[in-house]
């Protein structure tokens, strides 16, 4: 099959475009994009095209630029040439320069997309394209999703090249005597795409010629087993969901759809995926297994909680010390909780409610005095009782759920915790005759 027809039948496979429909066609002069120009034109699509210099080349970047201005010329296709500092911009977003240029590239096409009212983008990804993409999150540690490998169509974009492999690309462009520009940063082995490019790859095609294709066809057999067991993820959280989160009921299905459930909690509650690993899965699925409320902490304050026969997830906002003072009195973070400290006489008569404890001023250092939320090292020692306890399993004693003791204050100073809210005074600060300090709770 040549290139022109398998190209078209690729588009009608996965039904990328529609018959005269304009294609912005992301060109950078390299073979592949050349090649898709090409063959689109061939194919009757009236064409933009869209070239990023990324001001990484210097030089041969503005040899790129001068042949793809020169080569849309000839066609008669009009092309936009645009310039970033893609190394001040990996620089602002805090990611490799690989990472930053892929993204601002998308933006970029997306953005002169929209100003041409241009509702497809073609970028020419092929089968080698998506064989290395492959082999690169294998070798980075990825679940089922990540050897999906590159989608053949993902929103706006499209891939019409995306069966096609390298050589039936390079032999096209031969027989249309069609020259092209090489990108030398493709050549150097300092980027871990281009060592599976010329290390990796070629073993594999010396085992088998047609690994790009074989890698083609597993990953669509792959999108389409993720689909459906996304598609069983949706409805099993539609079935359990209750009104404090996700029944546990709910999760009792197969591993694959219990973990796909979990993605789509992150996803809606707006946890930023990139940062989420297979260890906040575990985390979560140990949640589900015999046992009392809990919680475990998630990315970019985020906590999963386990409470009432549910699983669910919410924001947990830093809630940072707050310094106390004689008179002390406001809402505490974002809480519906206000403080109150006052120094009191021993004789001073007040009106005392349960939420108001009272500590003996000398025990206290009040120039470190704190209010700050519960620590994981945090104990307590409570009137009546043998001793010093974790603060977590006073907690479980008082039935508090994990997500109230969150937000519950706990009074400290550099000696150690003076009171928690809903739950008492240390037996070290209780009262003996000096001055008083009130904590007044008021709220939840």
Not at 135 to 153: E, N, S
Not at 343 to 354: A, G, I, Q
Request: hydrophobic share 40%.
């Amino acid at each position: 099959m040549s290139l022109v027809n398998n190209t078209a039948h690729t588009i009608r496979q996965y039904d990328m475009l529609t018959e005269g429909q304009t294609v912005l066609v992301a060109l950078s002069g390299g073979a592949d994009s050349v090649a898709l120009l090409l063959v689109l034109r061939e194919l009757g699509y009236p064409l933009h095209a869209y070239h990023l210099d990324h001001g990484l080349r210097a030089a041969e970047a503005e040899r790129d630029a001068e042949f793809v201005h020169s080569l849309c010329k000839r066609l008669e296709i009009p092309c936009r040439i645009e310039r970033e500092d893609v190394r001040a911009y990996a620089a602002t977003i805090g990611q490799s320069i690989e990472t930053a240029a892929r993204r601002l590239r998308y933006e970029r096409l997306e953005r002169c997309a929209m100003q041409l009212g241009i509702t497809r983008i073609a970028t020419a990804h092929t089968a080698d394209d998506n064989l290395e993409t492959m082999l690169f999150h294998l070798a980075r540690g990825t679940g089922a999703k990540g050897m999906t490998g590159i989608p053949p169509v993902r929103g706006q974009i499209v891939r019409p090249l995306w069966h096609a492999v390298r050589t039936e690309i390079e032999a096209y462009l031969s027989d249309h005597a069609q020259p092209f520009v090489t990108d030398s940063s493709n050549l150097t082995l300092d980027y871990t795409r281009n060592r599976i490019r010329h290390h990796a790859v070629p073993v594999l095609r010396a085992v088998n010629p047609h690994c790009a294709q074989a890698a083609a066809r597993l990953a669509e057999q792959l999108r389409g087993d993720d689909d459906a067991l996304n598609q069983m993820a949706r409805q099993a959280l539609a079935e359990g969901k209750c009104k404090n989160g996700i029944a546990l009921a709910g999760f009792d299905t197969f591993p694959a759809v219990r973990g796909r459930m979990m993605i789509q909690m992150l996803i809606h509650a707006g946890v930023p995926m990139q940062q989420i690993s297979a260890k906040h899965i575990g985390q979560m699925t140990a949640l589900l297994s015999s046992g009392g409320d809990r919680s475990c902490h998630l990315p970019a304050g985020f906590r999963a909680y386990r409470e009432r026969g549910c699983l669910r997830i919410a924001f947990e906002p830093e809630r940072p010390p707050i310094a106390l003072f004689d008179g002390f009195s406001a809402v505490l973070w974002d809480t519906s909780t206000r403080l109150t400290i006052i120094h009191r006489k021993p004789d001073e008569v007040f009106r005392k409610t349960c939420d108001t404890f009272l500590a003996d001023c000398g025990t206290i250092n009040l120039g470190t005095l704190t209010v700050r939320t519960a620590a994981p090292q945090d104990r307590l020692w409570l009137a009546g009782t043998r001793g010093f306890r974790q603060l977590k399993r006073i907690f479980a004693d008082h039935q508090i759920p994990p997500s109230a003791q969150a937000r519950l204050a706990v009074i400290a100073d550099d000696r150690g915790i003076i009171a928690v809210q809903s739950v008492g005074v240390d037996a070290s600060r209780v009262p003996c005759g000096g001055n008083i300090l009130e904590i007044r709770f008021e709220g939840l």
